[in-house]
């Protein structure tokens, strides 16, 4: 019974999810369309190349989770979008400097030409930094928060989840990891970095929000954590066994680079026991918020079974 | 008489800034210094980076601006540094991301090789993103506001002067001159965004630590419009009749692309007679404050009279 109780609730997490995610992007276009109207001049280019990069694709995933950690706290959910959109521009800026020819070297993003390749190297690399620019001028409007002091703490959070001690350095030690190579330890604290960064952001920005004590946080630190990793080594799996199609982009890219990766230190079948191993754990974090977690419990089940 | 006394003030004036200037000069290095220190792992490469293209070099002309307007309203020190080294964050962000191959393709920068050459293009685009993040960083921090509110403010000009609407929006625009031949009005809008909004900044940002309401910011905001335009007529005529030597970069560029400047749609004479009336103009902005104002006028002095 124990089980078949689990079973339903996941299946009706899965649709939550499922729903949230929808709404979350139809909501992430929109704020996109209203906030990047296309100018009659010379900048014309550098407006349709962000909105190329920002509209219409990827699974969201970053403000789903910043909406489902708002759900613990009962927060407004038009400030859960602003700080999602924020997180969001972050995320797309970070994906277009990552497949510029000099970084990754991709022609194919969510299922579409990557900026450089539809439009150019220079109005990419403009384009990523009016987005960087873009996430904090929408985090520090009073529309977020009416606590300025509030605000100030959540650009403090995604500077640094951003920059050198988190998705940046990360994507730096990811460019080392093609001659050196890495140990496990290193691998996981690349991306810690790299990807753990954003999403621990992702659960912090509700509880600044919701002025909830540091000390009340360990559980979504944990979840943070736990997801992060796991997320990473699913696409590590995806990487390997995955539907290019489905992805959206180039797969099986980390071997033909000679790097290490959770799957090459760990094999297949640890490296998908530890991702599940890391899911439920993510989970029984959250223990004590009992069902007003069922989106973020949706949303780690989803981080290992998604198929891109 | 008059004429003598205010030869005496300008060649006081220019002491002053000769002074100011070493002091500012030494405090970002110091700043840098401590706030880039190089860690022991993989991201080692990426702080060097930061540190080649931040330390030791360049004018350090926008904290001067912002130092020289905190003397108006006899601000923290402390903070108008913190505030200066944002926007030389944000400055010397923008001058890597501007040298890369894609975009002006410079070798050379302050002197120096530029971050591409001494390192590789993925590491100049990530110590430019890491940069970009750091001048928020150093905004949201209680040292350069006790007020958020104050911090958010700030916060929210910076990202409108380095975004689409102000230096990304005018590098654009630069971009596109290369295939389009831009009238002046058209020229005159490009510096405006491409310079012009850093530099509004810098005086603006001391007006909102002091809470000057908007309406007596008139005279600042003049006077930040006209030393931006002759600082860019000045950069076109150094392009032309500079020494490469003293520049530290490559210069005779613009006629090379083909680009029309002030230079070009003016001619030398006319420029250099708009570039003095436009100082000329911008001190009178400085009227009502006296002596406080001297370092200010010295500044809009040195913008035409420097050779680098």
Do not use: W
Not at 7 to 36: I, N, P
Not at 51 to 71: E, F, Y
């Amino acid at each position: 019974m124990v089980r078949t109780d689990a079973r339903v609730a996941a299946g009706g997490g899965k649709a939550v999810l499922t729903q949230a995610a929808k709404t979350m992007a139809a909501a992430m276009d929109d704020a996109f369309d209203a906030l990047l109207p296309v100018p009659e001049d010379p900048r014309r280019k550098l407006y349709e190349a962000m909105r190329h990069a920002a509209i219409g694709g990827g699974k969201r995933l970053r403000p789903l989770l910043v909406r489902a950690t708002g759900d613990l706290f009962h927060l407004d959910e038009d400030a859960l979008v602003r700080v999602g959109l924020a997180v969001e521009c972050i995320h797309v800026y970070s994906l277009i400097h990552d497949d510029l020819p000099a970084m990754d070297n991709d022609d194919l993003r969510r299922g579409k030409p990557t900026v450089h390749r539809a439009f150019d190297e220079a109005t990419a690399i403009l384009a990523g930094d009016c987005l960087h620019d873009l996430a904090f001028e929408i985090l520090v409007d009073e529309r977020t928060h009416s606590d300025p002091f509030v605000r100030c703490e959540l650009v403090r959070a995604l500077t640094k989840a951003s920059g050198p001690v988190g998705m940046a350095g990360g994507q730096m030690m990811d460019l080392e990891a093609e001659r050196t190579p890495f140990d496990l330890p290193t691998v996981t604290r690349l991306q810690q970095l790299k990807t753990g960064a954003i999403i621990a952001f992702c659960v912090e920005a509700p509880a600044i929000m919701a002025h909830v004590p540091l000390e009340a946080r360990t559980g979504l630190h944990g979840y943070a954590r736990d997801i992060g990793l796991a997320f990473q080594i699913a696409d590590d799996l995806l990487d390997v066994e995955g539907d290019e199609a489905l992805a959206g982009k180039a797969l099986g890219k980390d071997a033909a680079a000679g790097k290490q990766t959770f799957l090459s230190l760990l094999g297949v079948a640890r490296a998908r026991h530890q991702a599940q191993f890391l899911v439920d754990q993510a989970k029984a974090h959250l223990h004590d918020y009992g069902d007003r977690a069922a989106l973020l419990r949706a949303i780690a089940d989803f981080v290992v079974e998604r198929d891109r």
